[in-house]
Every structure is written in structure tokens, then in C-alpha cells.
């Protein structure tokens, strides 16, 4: 029975072959388990993208939720953790075209049926490789249950639920300005923008009054950081509290170089310490401007198209690019004196997030979705407490973006994604309408699946901050307006991992580090060793290295204690025996031996409520600070003066406790010392043994 152990530990070796008897035990999935299991604990992993690569923040989030299912499925819940992966549209098809580009090709080329046909290729080769980076750290999520937001169970979920907001007269198709890219042809959320800091100028331009005599040549003055729109404009605009401008309001200004009378409107949306506090009104070209058109029945005119040039609409400029526009557009106002001034002027501009061109915003006809009813819903789950954020600041995020909440553009003029289920319609669904519902759609919804009905709702959502608005508010409404059950009870917001120095990661600046080369370097159990070890208090991680050779420091102690006492060819060990042992608190046992079960016992509370608590650090700290300390430090150095054989029972069991407890953080390495160990009764792996109470 007894086997010893190698002299060094080899995580590449040990790992893979563990890996391999996890997946044979077939225990992942938690109809396999032995035994007859009630009470469920289910976490459905936030799907990567398929152009995604496994990054710190996914193998933080992925450590973070192997923990919880591990303990639970000691504990002896039916656990699941179930996979997945989203089509990721823009994402992807960007992806896709990049390729046909350096074939000189655009998807027009191909047309929509083989560019999609061309995307489903690249699907299948490279759409599950984050998967299987997962499996490298650990990961034990139900492989058999892995989804894809595309799969056609999946489909007649989103058409379902399309249906159902359609019926209630949620959704409708409207013209708005909106977030347009003109390289990827399609309108995008807000929330799919990045800015960047520019440095751009500020023109003070000189719209003439009608009324004014022609002695005077002051006019009216307007701030704008982009003359070329003001070929579209329609009105100027002043806050009506503004005693500057009180006189004006009503009266008319000559829009120069189209020649055109335009109102001077009163808009309390114009903020007076904006320039001169009178601003252009562009509807068609500004989110604001178009408002604030709609609101005083203004014209909207076009003067730049969805390619991103000027239209017919801006005449002297028609097929320039905005940019050029603009250059003209100066030059002629100068000519006639019309720019006050100009100042130098920092602002962040849009962009694409996807391709980074630069976002023009334009009118245009899209679906939506009325946001008033299901934002209540969402906020008052989580106010009367069905769902907590933990930690609870991130509630904030979430509330302010509901309270400002504008309809939701659902469509997006993109091939790749869900096809928006109206006749004749060619848009496709914005990709978080599909991710909105992955809680339930895994399951099989609208089909009432038995696996629906086991696992839904879920227990943990666990995911980063950034997408608390993107995706947790939108699968909370979901989940209640479609199965009148919130998808989970607790959000676990984890800490974002940061440079040494603080800095975001990012791998197109080199500072990105990939979580798989630390598995090759280190093995995976000391690099979740480290990354949990870091995760204290909710704050951000400033990774080092050092943290996960710390854990490999720690992986090697292990191994060397287990191996030693192995090397004692102990008897055959009575696990049940030595739990009696532990609590009749024998006379026979000394106080050294009081003394470790004592901490052992300690050692067990803090960390089970520290990990009910999601304190994942704090329990790492006290497991190590045990294992190291008072185990290896004083009681096995006691041990080789006692030297009998009560000691090597007391040896082992804590060495099995601490391996149970250690199981859901470093489970390789424990798995491995488990199977030599000699146990009566020993179970098929350490990962279905019982949590130590
Ligand atoms: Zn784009």
C-alpha cells in the first residue's frame, strides 16, 4: 500500500496524469458522482470570447472559481461548473476579416453566406483553445456540458426571448444618432468605445446676425471642436439662465458659408461654461445635438455618410473626409474674418474598441429595447437583497448606470451574431442580447430541461468589473423577466490584476503576462498558489513573480514533509479511528500533540468560513502559515522524539486534513501525495473526499 514518493516534485509530469484521472473519474460532471447527491451548487463560467487568449485576469477568475466548486463538491454538494464560450461578434468578425485582408479580400468580396461559412472554419480551429488552457490550470468544470452562445439550442433561446420583449411592446425600431463605426459599417453600444486623450484645438467661429446692422461685426460666437459639422447645423443654442444671451433667444443667425437662417434656441442642456456658452446644433452628427433637435423639432441634415465622407448635404465639401472638410471649412472662414479665436484644447475622442477607427456619430435606423421596466427590475433585486455584490461598493457602478438609463440599441449591422427574427430583416442582435442569457440558455431554455430545473438558478457569478453594466445587469433582468428567477444570489466582483507598478496589464504594450508560460515555469498549483495568495481585502493585484515562487516554495515543502513521513512506513491509517482519536483528547497524547490538533482544528473553521466568505487570500495565509509552521516547524521535529506509533497517527492525519484543505487551492499536488497515501477506506480521489469539519 504505502508508496514512496520521488525525491523532487514535477509538476509537468504529475499534472497531466492527474489531470487525466480527474477527467476518468468522470467526477466533473455531477451525474457521475457516487452516491446519491440533493443539494446543488452550480456555477456557470462567464464564456470567454473565441478570439480570446487566457490572460492573468481569466486564470485569476478561473482559480477564484475552481476554489468555491472544489470545497462544495467536498462538502458534498451536486456540484456544477459548467463551460463555455461566446461567438463574440464584432470581435470575431473582425478577427476574420483581418485574415481576408492579407489576402487583399474584404468580407464584401465574399458576401455574406461565405464569410460566414469562413468564420464557423475558423471557429473550429481555433475556438476552443482558451478551453483547453483552462484544463492546463486546473480548471474542473463539466466538459460534457460546454456551450456555445451560437449552438442551436442556444439560437431558439434568443428568438424566444426576442419574442417575448417584442409581444410586450419592449422593442421598437427607431432613428437615432448613433455610435457608428465606418470601417466595421455598424452602429456600436457606448459601452463598446475606447477614448483617448487628444490634443485638439477649440474654434471660436462668428455666426452673423440676421437683425444686425452692418456696421457691427461681432455676431453671435460659437465654440466648436469640429468646424466641418457646422455645414449641418441647424439652430444655436444658449442655456435659457444665461443673462448673456437673454436678448438673443428667438432671434436668427446666418449660418456662414451655407448661407442659411438658423434659430437661436433656448436648451437647458447647454452648458454655460462651454466657450461662449451659445453652441452649434449638429442633430444629425451629435448624440446631444440630436436631443435637443428632437425637442425643438429641428431639421437633422446629413452631411456625413455612413463611409465616414461629406455628403451632397455639405455642397463646397461633398466626398472629402471629414478631416479635409474641416481644413477648407477654415480657410474660408477666415477669408471672411469669422473666427474669433482659436484655442488649444485637450478632449477625449471615440473610437472603435474593436478596429480603432475613429467613431462618427450618425443617424440611423436601429431596433431597441425600452429600458424603463426592465431596469427596475434589475434594480430592485439587487436592493432587496436577492442578489448581493460582494464587495458591495461595486452596487454603485451598477445603480448609476441604470439610473441613467437610454433604451438599448439591440441591432448591429454585422453578419457574425444572432439574426434579428423579423422577415426581411438582416441585422444581427448586439452580442451581449445573447450573452444577456446564458444562465438560462445553458440549460436548455425555453425548454424545460432537467438540468433547467437542477441547476437553475445558479449559485456564483463571478466576473470583473468591467462588465457589471455590459453583461451582470442585463442577465439579472433576463433572468427574472424570462424565468421570474434571478440567475444567481451572490456577484463576486474579483480584483483586477495590475502590473507591479499599478499599471493596467496590456499585451500590445508588453506588460501582459501569460498564465500558461507561469504553469510551464512553475507548475499550475503555484501559480494559483500565488495568484490567490494576493487576493486580499478586494484589492487590485499588483502581480510579481515572486508571489508564485513563494508558491512553488511551498509546493516543494509539501512534498518534502509528505515524502518524509511516507519514508516511515506507517501502518495502514484508520481515518475514522483518527478522527476519534482527536476529539476524546486522549491522556496518552502529549502537549505537543494537543497542541497541533488544537491548531488543526482552528486552522479548519477559519478557513471554511473564510472561503464562505470568498476571503480566498486570508484563507491561503492561515493554510500556509499552518502547514509550514506549526505542522512542519514544531510538531514534526517534535514527532522524531516521540517516535511512536499514536505520533504517526496524529502525523497523518493531519497531513490528510491538510491535504483536503489545501485540495481546492494547489489540487494537483495534493491529488498526487493523496493516492500514495495509506488510507482505509480511501476514496477513488481526494477531490470527492469529505470537507474536514
Ligand atoms: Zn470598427
Known amino acids: 500500500m504505502t508508496s514512496e514518493l520521488p525525491k523532487a516534485y514535477d509538476p509537468k509530469e504529475t499534472e497531466n496524469k492527474i489531470y487525466q484521472l480527474w477527467e476518468k473519474s468522470g467526477f466533473f460532471n455531477p ?29 485569476l477568475n478561473a482559480t477564484v472559481q475552481d476554489i468555491l466548486i472544489r470545497k462544495k463538491r467536498m462538502e458534498g454538494f451536486k456540484t456544477l461548473w459548467l463551460p463555455g464560450i461566446d461567438h463574440a461578434g464584432i470581435a470575431t468578425q473582425n478577427v476574420v476579416e483581418r485574415e481576408l485582408k492579407k489576402e487583399g479580400k474584404t468580407r464584401f468580396d465574399l458576401g455574406r453566406e461565405k464569410f460566414i461559412e469562413k468564420v464557423w472554419q475558423w471557429r473550429t480551429k481555433y475556438g476552443n483553445a482558451i478551453l483547453e488552457q483552462l484544463k492546463k490550470l486546473g480548471a474542473s468544470c463539466d ?10 439550442d442556444y439560437i431558439k433561446a434568443v428568438e424566444r426571448a426576442f419574442l417575448h420583449y417584442y409581444k410586450k411592446g419592449w422593442i421598437y425600431q427607431g432613428k437615432r444618432v448613433v455610435n ?25 467661429i462668428r455666426y452673423p446676425l440676421r437683425d444686425q446692422s452692418s456696421s457691427t461685426r461681432t455676431g453671435l460666437v460659437v465654440a466648436t471642436t469640429r468646424p466641418e459639422t457646422m455645414l449641418g447645423d441647424t439652430a444655436v443654442a444658449v442655456n435659457p439662465k444665461d443673462k448673456r444671451y437673454e436678448n438673443l433667444i428667438g432671434k436668427k443667425v446666418i449660418l456662414p458659408i451655407q448661407n442659411r437662417e438658423i434659430p437661436i434656441i433656448a436648451d437647458e442642456a447647454v452648458d454655460k461654461k462651454f466657450g461662449t456658452g451659445a453652441v452649434k446644433i449638429t442633430p444629425a452628427h451629435d448624440l446631444t445635438d440630436w436631443e435637443i433637435g428632437q425637442r425643438h423639432k429641428l431639421e437633422a441634415p446629413l452631411v456625413i455618410n455612413a463611409a465616414g465622407k461629406m455628403t451632397k448635404e455639405s455642397k463646397v465639401c461633398e466626398g472629402l473626409t471629414p478631416l479635409l472638410c474641416r481644413e477648407k471649412v477654415i480657410k474660408e472662414l477666415e477669408k471672411n474674418n469669422l473666427i474669433a479665436k482659436t484655442e488649444d484644447y485637450s478632449h477625449s475622442l471615440p473610437y472603435c474598441d474593436r478596429c480603432h477607427s475613429l467613431i462618427e456619430p450618425i443617424p440611423s ?18 436592493k432587496s437583497g436577492e442578489i448581493k455584490f460582494i464587495p458591495k461598493n461595486f452596487e454603485k457602478i451598477y445603480f448609476d448606470w441604470l439610473k441613467n438609463i437610454k433604451d438599448w440599441c439591440i441591432s448591429r449591422q454585422l453578419w457574425w451574431g444572432h439574426k434579428i427574427p423579423i422577415e426581411g430583416e438582416n441585422d444581427v442582435l448586439d452580442t451581449w442580447f445573447s450573452s444577456a442569457l446564458w444562465p438560462l440558455a445553458v440549460f436548455g431554455w425555453p425548454t424545460k430541461t432537467k438540468d433547467l430545473k437542477t441547476f437553475y438558478p445558479t449559485d456564483v457569478l463571478s466576473t470583473g468589473r468591467d462588465i457589471i453594466n455590459l453583461w451582470v445587469a442585463r442577465m439579472v433582468f433576463s433572468g427574472i423577466e424570462l424565468t421570474g428567477q434571478a440567475p444567481f444570489h451572490t456577484v463576486l466582483i474579483h480584483p483586477t490584476v495590475l502590473t507591479k507598478e499599478g499599471k493596467k496589464m496590456s499585451k500590445s504594450l508588453g506588460t501582459g503576462i501569460d498564465p500558461i508560460n507561469l504553469c510551464e515555469k512553475y507548475g499550475a498549483d503555484s501559480t494559483r498558489f500565488g495568484i490567490t495568495w494576493q487576493l486580499m481585502k478586494g484589492q487590485d493585484v499588483r502581480f510579481t513573480e515572486d508571489n508564485i515562487i513563494m508558491g512553488r516554495k511551498f509546493c516543494n515543502k509539501i512534498w518534502n514533509a509528505s515524502r518524509f513521513l511516507l519514508m516511515q512506513k506507517p501502518p495502514l491509517i484508520d481515518a475514522d479511528k483518527l478522527c ?10 502529549t502537549s505537543a500533540d494537543k497542541k497541533i490538533l488544537k ?8 478557513v471554511s468560513k473564510d472561503l464562505e466568505d470568498f476571503q480566498f487570500g486570508r484563507a491561503s495565509h492561515i493554510l500556509y502559515d499552518f502547514f509550514w509552521h506549526d505542522f512542519c516547524d514544531i510538531y514534526i521535529e517534535k514527532s522524531k522524539e516521540q517516535n511512536d506509533e499514536k505520533t504517526k497517527e496524529i502525523l497523518f492525519y493531519v497531513l490528510l486534513t491538510s491535504l483536503k484543505l489545501l485540495h481546492p487551492f494547489i489540487p494537483f499536488i495534493t491529488e498526487e501525495i493523496y493516492q500514495k497515501l495509506p488510507i482505509n477506506n480511501k476514496k477513488q480521489c481526494l477531490m470527492i473526499e469529505e470537507w474536514p469539519v
Open 580 to 589: 476519534r482519536l482527536t476529539q476524546i483528547k486522549s491522556k496518552n497524547l
Open 143 to 152: 466538459w460534457s456540458r460546454t456551450r456555445f452562445t451560437l449552438d442551436k
Open 599 to 606: 491548531e488543526l482544528d482552528k486552522t479548519i473553521k477559519s
Open 180 to 204: 457608428w463605426c465606418p470601417r466595421c459599417q455598424t452602429s456600436l453600444s457606448d459601452l463598446e468605445l475606447e477614448y483617448k486623450e487628444e490634443k485638439g484645438k477649440l474654434w471660436y
Open 31 to 59: 451525474d457521475k458522482f457516487p452516491g446519491r447527491r440533493k443539494k446543488t451548487y452550480t456555477i456557470v463560467m462567464p464564456p470567454p470570447n473565441i478570439t480570446g487568449e487566457l490572460h492573468m485576469g481569466h486564470a
Open 365 to 382: 435606423k436601429q431596433w431597441f429595447l425600452k429600458m424603463e421596466k426592465p431596469a427596475k427590475t434589475a434594480i430592485k433585486t439587487i
